[in-house]
Structure formats: structure tokens, C-alpha cells
């Protein structure tokens, strides 16, 4: 049974404030999450001054702000993350972080990141994909906002320089993003086209698509959380509350068990229900020893211990080798020296 891996995106939630950032580790934990995720990033080195803010930070912060100005606010320096990941350590759960700049990417590798994950926005960006590929490490590659053939493009860059083990994550980057336009079949789509694993990073409100996400087949679940969706900031509104972060790993947990293998046979718990939901052939009525066996004179009745139905065809016409009560089950190997069994 393959072990889906559940990614607590905690992003920028902590507004910039570290002790914020140490509760949403603990949060993440709580919940049961395998990694809790943060943001890393030089705002100078991510974000000119021209930059507008998008539509749903507008939306979400209710203010009209340049994007350089809200970023920086919720920048922490490199040194925050250092004590972050000694306290994930401390704390059991595993510590990443996307970087959003060259230097970011320098510090997370020097730090030792388990790996990279590639945000939506730079899936463009060649230097950045080529410094990620030179670390040898393997790749989570967020999708949102791409064409297949940018995402091809990408998967080329980064294979062409060491890269390790690539695994895709469908995405959609508007928060919340609308249902009409999660479109979970795309996943099916980038597996089969790129033969990568493939996962899903959401960005709707509540938990009903990254739970399907994870029945269609989702090696990776990546969902943004927050301590309380009131908070100031561009991604409070668009997050789980800790309850349904747990709500969430608990529903993803059960589809991966129910996924189960692929093989199909009875299961340990459904054997003792053979004998009781199947039939046997049976004496419809009283048979003499000699009478030949008829559809008048035979039945299909529960139990199903006694002899499979889908033996009727050669039972038909033999001789009974004995007298049979009504509804006696017929003895397979009583007729005509083990023919039935």
C-alpha cells in the first residue's frame, strides 16, 4: 500500500512573525501532516517595485498595496528558518520550505532541505529550475497557470542538469480556487504524457477535492492551512483551520487504505460471508436414489457450502446416487465416482 504524502503548507501564514511560524509547525504535527512547508525568499531579489498585487490579494488582504510592500511583511530572515527546521526536528515532523530566489535555493540546499519543491510561478524561470537541477536533489514541480508544453520544457531544463526524481503536482493558483476549475482528470493527463508520478497542491476551501485527489491516485497532497483564517494576510481566507488540517489527513489517510492493492480476491474480512451470502444446489423436492437430476427436481438455496451452481450443467441428467429430502443438498462426490467435485 502506497504511502501518500501530506504536505502542511504553512507558506507565509506566520506573517512574518516566528513565533506564529513555530505554532503552525506544532499544528502541522498535531494534524498528523508528513512535512510542514514555509516560504523562503529576498523580497528584492523576487519582486521589482512595478509589480501589482494579484486579484485575490486584493480580494483577501481588502487593501491595495503595492506587491513588494505586502511580501516584505511576511518575509522571515534565513536565520528564522535554521531554528524552524532544529524545531521540526524537535518535533518529529519533516521541515521544507520553497524557495523563491537564487539565494533562497543556495541557503535551503547549505541547510539541507529533503528536497525541492518548484512553485507554479517559476516553472519559467530557467536560471532558477537550473540552480534547483544542480543540486541533484529530487523535485516536487507545481503545474498551476502551465500548458503541457511548458511543463515539458521544464522537466527538460531540469533533467538536462542533474535533477533527481521528478513528481508533478497539479494546481490551479487562484485562492480559493473555483471548483469548475480544480480539473483532477489532468493529473491522469501529465502521468500518462510525462510517466511521472504525479500528486495535487490545492487551493480550494474545505477538503472534499484533496481527499478525491488522493482516491484518483495522488502520491503527494500539498493543502495551505493557517492558525486562524481571520488573520491579516493574502492566504488566511483560502486555509484550513488546524481542525480540518486534521480533518483532512484523517480523510486522506482512510482512502489510502481503502485503495488497498490491486489485486482482487475475497478479503479476510468478507470469507465467513461466503457460505452465508451463496447458494448451493439443492433437492427441490423429494429425489429418489436413481432419479435423474432435472430442473423441476432441482434448487439454488443459501448456504453456499455444498455444491457451486455453476456446476448445474454437468449435474443435470446423472442419476441421483441416493435418496435426497427436500432442500438436502447434493453430494458432489456421491455421483458417479467424484464427477461434480
Not at 96 to 112: R, Y
Not at 302 to 317: E, F, Q, S
Request: charged share 25%; proline share 5%; net charge negative.
Amino acid at each position: 500500500m502506497a504511502h501518500i504524502f501530506i504536505i502542511a503548507e504553512a507558506g507565509d501564514n506566520h506573517n512574518g512573525n516566528f513565533d506564529h511560524a513555530l505554532r503552525l509547525v506544532d499544528a502541522a504535527a498535531a494534524a498528523g501532516a508528513d512535512c510542514v512547508k514555509f516560504q523562503t525568499f529576498v523580497t528584492e531579489e523576487v519582486i521589482s517595485k512595478y509589480a501589482q498585487m494579484a486579484e485575490y490579494q486584493k480580494r483577501n488582504t481588502g487593501k491595495t498595496q503595492s506587491q513588494f510592500d505586502m511580501v516584505k511583511r511576511l518575509e522571515l530572515p534565513f536565520d528564522a528558518f535554521r531554528r524552524i527546521r532544529a524545531y521540526c526536528e524537535k518535533k518529529g515532523i519533516l521541515f521544507l520550505s520553497t524557495p523563491f530566489d537564487l539565494p533562497s535555493v543556495a541557503f535551503l540546499h547549505e541547510i539541507g532541505v529533503p528536497f525541492f519543491k518548484i512553485p507554479s510561478g517559476e516553472v519559467t524561470n530557467y536560471p532558477y529550475l537550473v540552480a534547483i537541477a544542480k543540486t541533484h536533489q529530487d523535485v516536487l514541480l507545481s503545474t498551476g497557470m502551465c500548458t503541457m508544453d511548458e511543463i515539458g520544457e521544464a522537466i527538460a531544463v531540469l533533467e538536462s542538469h542533474g535533477a533527481g526524481k521528478i513528481t508533478l503536482l497539479h494546481c490551479n493558483t487562484e485562492y480559493p480556487t473555483p471548483y469548475e476549475d480544480v480539473n483532477l482528470r489532468a493529473m491522469e493527463t501529465m502521468r500518462h504524457a510525462f510517466g511521472k508520478e504525479v500528486g495535487y497542491s490545492d487551493h480550494t476551501l474545505g477538503i472534499e477535492v484533496p481527499v478525491a485527489a488522493a482516491a484518483m491516485g495522488a502520491v503527494v497532497i500539498e493543502k495551505h492551512f493557517t492558525l486562524d483564517k481571520k488573520m491579516e494576510g493574502p492566504d488566511h481566507k483560502a486555509s484550513l483551520a488546524p481542525d480540518e488540517l486534521a480533518a483532512m489527513v484523517t480523510a486522506v489517510r482512510r482512502v489510502e487504505t481503502v485503495l488497498g492493492s490491486a489485486e482482487k480476491k475475497p478479503s479476510p474480512s468478507e470469507q465467513k460471508n461466503i457460505a452465508v451470502a451463496r447458494k448451493s444446489i439443492v433437492a427441490r423436492r423429494a429425489i429418489r436414489k436413481g432419479e435423474p437430476f432435472t430442473e423441476e427436481n432441482l434448487a439454488v438455496k443459501r448456504p453456499g457450502d455444498g455444491m457451486n451452481p455453476m456446476r448445474w450443467t454437468k449435474i443435470l441428467g446423472t442419476a441421483a446416487a441416493r435418496d435426497y429430502k427436500e432442500d438436502e443438498q447434493i453430494v458432489p462426490e456421491e455421483n458417479e465416482a467424484g464427477r461434480f467435485t
